[in-house]
């Protein structure tokens, strides 16, 4: 969606909204731990994000890859900065394009700072002079694909102190095509505000977003602050000098005086906030809990579907899924990147897609193997592992290999009987309680437009040992309410489901056909599979070759099932759970021995629990990269 569009939209019902820039970082890791902050920051309910383009290109690649990641991967409206410094058409034409094949409908279109060894700016031969030529050039080739930004300088640019000649500079990259303006930084919420004022006397009268940098400590404060030339209030300065030395007092002050300086601006009708984030997101996080701009801790950002939606080329229309993903959405877009087309309204024919392969960068298990071990510990018995999940639950541990967030309110319902069934060697990954029409306004379970009606029917998925299923799934089929699937690794599917989806979320909403966003099938089932078996030999392979918990939880990824149960009468609160009425895993409390047999028919062709010499898995590790920072608070 356009950003000037969505602005229109929440000023005219008189909301308060935000958004927030990132910069490419400078390693891989870096790039990981950025992922996993934006990730938590769509919490936070951003109405779109923006990531900075290098100069001449520089880090390009990565540019185009966050904005592709930000769309389709989490659902986060994105907006790609493209500067002329140092970039010839061609250079142009393939970020554009790049944009456009991500789902990007949004461009900040800026001249750029002159490279760092070039004293002034100077257009590239065969490139662009000034904004105003790349945005015509935008709007000549994609039409209105693309909302354009600008950016705008309430206190004069580094080259050009005369702030009314700029204000004429704006508008005429407004008059070229620019529908929306994000200002340079700035500390004087007075001196914008009478700006914005001199703005519209002008003509131009689209959306003017201020441009805000958190202070994170006082040295960088007062660095950037010399760098752009903004004027900092005295008052401000009084207040910083007496704890500059300590960074959270400096964060504390600096949250009340950006607070104050955005309420100035809030009760002059500037209705939306951009934060300058530098990558981080704390600073950031206290300024909104300041303003109250934050929903309630635990409560999920309102969504149009129980499930995020990627905002990737094609995909916006997308409106149904499988639940096993559910607790790992960014592996179920990159799986299903490559389908021509998404399900809209029913599922379909999902035998004609396939699914992705495993190899895929994003779904493996995160984390090097000695944080793995660290945050998982060493297990030797199933009882240790069920202890993992116990803590998972108990919110003493913020995810597992198959829950990459923490558990949700959701789950509250169900807490207590899940403790119960992994603490008897039952390993549950995924579950919804039973819903009966809620509205869809509810701040736990609702979803989708106002004045509506969400239902959902019970769900649960865990590993069971195989000398356990024989008795479970007799159970199961004794009941008529109750549908399952159960596999091993090998993929031998056992099921007494009817062939075809089973919805187990549907909403009713005024003016509209009832919508079903999520279903169990199996075909995906099976492609999920796959992923949840790997993803604990992924596990069992960050511990060295020949310790226990290496072949305890091998040989549970080779020799036990993964099952998923519906309870299909969605007024059944508890209809699944005394199912395991007096079931228990006997050797709960055994160690696990190599050389013993593993009861009840160990699956044939399950891989081997023969110790092998394999390298570290992980996709990068959640932990704070800052020691990269570019300039990306000035956006000329």
């Not at 938590?40 to 290098?54: C, E, I, K, L, N």
């Not at 004022?197 to 131009?204: E, H, L, N």
């Not at 119960?420 to 979803?447: E, M, Y």
């Not at 199912?579 to 062709?605: A, K």
Request: a negative charge; glycine letters at 8%.
């Amino acid at each position: 969606m356009h950003i000037s569009e969505r602005l229109k939209e929440t000023e005219a019902a008189k909301k308060v909204t935000f958004s927030f820039e990132f910069f490419p970082p400078k390693t891989a890791q870096g790039v990981q731990n950025l992922y996993d902050r934006m990730d938590r920051m769509h919490s936070f309910g951003p109405t779109f994000v923006d990531v900075t383009w290098g100069a001449g290109g520089r880090l390009s690649h990565l540019t185009c890859e966050m904005v592709n990641v930000a769309q389709s991967v989490y659902g986060l409206e994105t907006c790609m900065h493209l500067t002329c410094t140092d970039m010839e058409k061609s250079k142009i034409d393939d970020a554009l394009k790049s944009a456009y094949k991500a789902g990007c409908t949004n461009i900040l279109a800026l001249r750029g700072d002159p490279p760092r060894d070039k004293a002034k700016w100077e257009a590239k031969e065969g490139g662009f002079q000034y904004a105003k030529d790349l945005i015509r050039y935008i709007r000549k080739t994609y039409g209105n694909h693309f909302d354009i930004g600008v950016a705008g300088y309430p206190e004069g640019s580094e080259d050009q102190a005369d702030v009314d000649l700029l204000i004429d500079h704006l508008k005429e990259k407004i008059d070229a095509g620019g529908t929306f303006v994000v200002t340079q930084m700035f500390y004087d919420a007075e001196n914008f505000v009478e700006w914005v004022k001199k703005c519209r006397a002008k003509g131009i009268d689209v959306p003017i977003i201020p441009g805000i940098m958190p202070i994170h400590t006082h040295a960088a404060f007062l660095r950037r602050a010399q760098w752009t030339k903004c004027r900092i209030p005295p008052h401000w300065n009084k207040a910083l000098e007496p704890v500059k030395n300590d960074d959270a007092q400096v964060r504390r002050v600096g949250k009340g005086l950006i607070a104050e300086m955005c309420r100035i601006m809030l009760d002059a009708g500037i209705m939306h906030l951009h934060f300058y984030t530098m990558n981080l997101a704390q600073s950031t996080r206290m300024v909104l809990e300041e303003l109250n701009l934050l929903p309630p801790e635990g409560t999920p950002v309102k969504q149009p579907l129980p499930w995020r939606q990627s905002l990737g080329l094609n995909r916006r229309e997308e409106n149904v899924r499988p639940i096993f993903w559910r607790n790992r959405n960014a592996s179920y877009v990159m799986r299903t990147q490559d389908w021509d087309e998404f399900p809209n309204g029913r599922w379909g024919d999902s035998r004609s897609p396939a699914f992705g392969e495993l190899d895929a960068y994003g779904i493996g298990l995160k984390g090097s193997n000695e944080q793995n071990i660290k945050r998982w510990g060493q297990p030797q018995t199933v009882r240790d592992i069920a202890g993992i999940f116990v803590d998972y639950l108990e919110k003493r541990l913020d995810c597992l290999p198959w829950s990459e967030a923490p558990i949700t309110s959701e789950a509250d319902p169900l807490i207590l009987d899940l403790i119960d069934l992994n603490k008897r060697g039952f390993l549950t990954i995924n579950s919804q309680p039973a819903v009966d029409g809620v509205k869809s306004s509810d701040p736990v379970h609702g979803w989708g437009p106002q004045n509506g009606y969400v239902y959902q029917k019970s769900y649960l998925e865990l590993f069971v040992a195989p000398e356990l299923l024989e008795e479970l799934i007799l159970r199961i089929e004794s009941n008529p309410e109750l549908t399952y699937y159960a596999t091993n690794i090998s993929g031998d599917l056992r099921s007494n489901n009817p062939e075809g989806p089973n919805a187990v979320t549907w909403g009713v909403f005024p003016g509209k056909e009832i919508i079903q966003p999520t279903i169990v099938e199996a075909i995906s089932f099976l492609a999920w599979k796959d992923e949840a078996f790997r993803l604990g030999q992924d596990w069992a392979r960050c511990h060295p070759v020949s310790t226990p918990s290496r072949h305890l939880i091998e040989n549970m990824m080779d020799t036990w099932y993964l099952v998923n149960i519906v309870h299909n009468d969605f007024r059944q609160s508890r209809g699944i759970f005394p199912l395991f009425d007096g079931l228990q895993l006997e050797s709960i409390d055994q160690p696990f021995n190599v050389d013993r047999v593993v009861p009840d028919n160990p699956v044939s062709g399950a891989q081997s629990t023969t110790p092998t010499d394999d390298p570290p898995t992980g996709q990068g590790a959640a932990v704070n990269d800052d020691s990269a920072w570019v300039r990306c608070a000035n956006p000329n």
